[in-house]
């Protein structure tokens, strides 16, 4: 497990390991890509960046808290390739005070499809 100071990043393994003890799956790619490659069973789908980077914290807070109910609730997200994933880990980490932010290593694309795992529609 890596450490990157708000939040840490989960191998594979690691992630697996974490979605069977229950954390919260926060998928926050946008719904042309959940429908291209899926989703992780059991994910909750709630886009942070469109298709021009933009985004609407407030909406997804409204959307996020409802899934994770308190700062101290574990969750992962998990985006393409994990690079939004670290910049919205870095924000839930540090500026709005989660406890326990993790992220797939790699994204959907590396650290899920391409070790061979399995998505749903």
């Known amino acids: 497990m890596l450490n990157f100071g708000p939040f840490k990043s989960l191998s594979t393994k690691e992630f697996l390991q ?7 799956i926060i998928d926050i790619r946008r719904a042309d890509e959940w ?3 899926g989703i992780i069973e059991g994910s909750h789908t709630i886009t942070f960046f469109d298709e021009f980077g933009q985004y609407d914290l407030d909406s997804f807070m ?3 808290t409802k899934v994770v109910t308190n700062k101290e609730q ?3 997200l998990v ?3 994990a690079n939004r994933t670290k ?6 980490g540090l500026q709005l005070g989660y406890k326990n932010v993790y992220e797939l290593d790699g994204g959907i ?3 899920w499809i391409d070790q061979g ?3 749903v529609q």
């Open 18 to 24: 974490k979605k069977e003890e229950g954390f919260a």
């Open 35 to 37: 429908e291209y490659y």
């Open 62 to 64: 409204d959307a996020f």
């Open 74 to 76: 574990p969750f992962i």
């Open 79 to 81: 985006c393409a390739h």
């Open 87 to 92: 910049t919205l880990g870095e924000v839930m």
């Open 109 to 111: 694309n590396w650290g």
């Open 117 to 119: 795992l399995k998505t």
